[in-house]
């Protein structure tokens, strides 16, 4: 597609439950970012792929937060074990190569909301 | 590491009026800096960047920024609001060594007629 696809857009599940959210970035796009906005709140940095290496996951809350990539293309972020405090906006956004243009194309989101 | 701060959670403006929207940030080392636009249901588009030179950067619809080296800031600005400018307003850092981009809580643009 032409933008960065989110599935699904909405998500709501029970406390102890794993959801899985899914990103298909830009094709071409070598960077991959995930973020996490709580209502009310900024993005919160989660981790970052180049390729399908992670050099940064430092803002993965938990361990009960993986995320993986499959070479330049889709990547799973997986939440296990989902707390209330995990309802959130999971953004996902790639990037040619952040370094030169500066700018991360963001998909619209996918809505958890964990009861 | 590097952090944002966008102080005004909210900015409630008349249309044709002038606004700025604040963001300071911090950073031990030098910094790109970019503003982020969210409009109702819709995701975040990159409304200008500063990475290097002219420390006054224009954008899309109107919008500039200045980046402020000693004061550690750069504030958004536009001379004459519209309407549809109602928006959610982030600013974003990053290190010019890094990719990992740094969000502020954003600032909620409300214009009136």
């Known amino acids: 597609g032409a933008g960065v696809s989110q599935s699904p857009s909405n998500k709501v599940t029970e406390k102890g439950k794993d959801v899985e959210l899914r990103c298909d970035p830009i094709?071409?796009?070598?960077?991959l970012y995930w973020y996490r906005q709580r209502l009310g709140q900024g993005l919160e940095f989660l981790i970052y792929?180049?390729?399908?290496?992670?050099?940064?996951k430092s803002g993965l809350p938990s361990d009960r937060f993986s995320a993986e990539r499959t070479g330049e293309s889709v990547s799973t972020l997986t939440i296990q074990r989902t707390q209330q405090e995990d309802s959130a906006v999971y953004l996902c956004?790639?990037?040619?190569?952040?370094?030169?243009?500066?700018?991360?194309?963001f998909g619209e989101g996918s809505r958890l909301t964990v009861l | 590491a590097q952090s944002v701060t966008q102080l005004d959670s909210q900015v409630p403006v008349f249309e044709e009026a002038p606004v700025e929207l604040r963001c300071n940030y911090s950073?031990?080392?030098?910094?790109?800096l970019f503003w982020y636009v969210q409009y109702p249901n819709q995701g975040l588009q990159l409304l200008l960047k500063?990475?290097?030179?002219?420390?006054l950067v224009k954008g899309i619809n109107g919008f500039e920024a200045e980046f402020n080296k000693s004061q550690t800031s750069f504030h958004l600005r536009k001379p004459s609001v519209h309407i549809s400018d109602t928006a959610e307003y982030f600013c974003?850092?990053?290190?010019?060594?890094?990719?990992?981009?740094?969000f502020g809580t954003g600032t909620r643009l409300q214009v009136f007629p």
């Open positions: 956004a790639s990037s040619p190569s952040r370094k030169n243009t500066g700018e991360l194309f």
């Open positions: 094709s071409g796009h070598t960077a």
């Open positions: 792929f180049q390729g399908n290496s992670a050099p940064d």
């Open positions: 950073s031990s080392v030098s910094v790109y």
């Open positions: 500063y990475l290097s030179g002219s420390t």
């Open positions: 974003a850092v990053s290190s010019i060594y890094t990719d990992k981009l740094i």
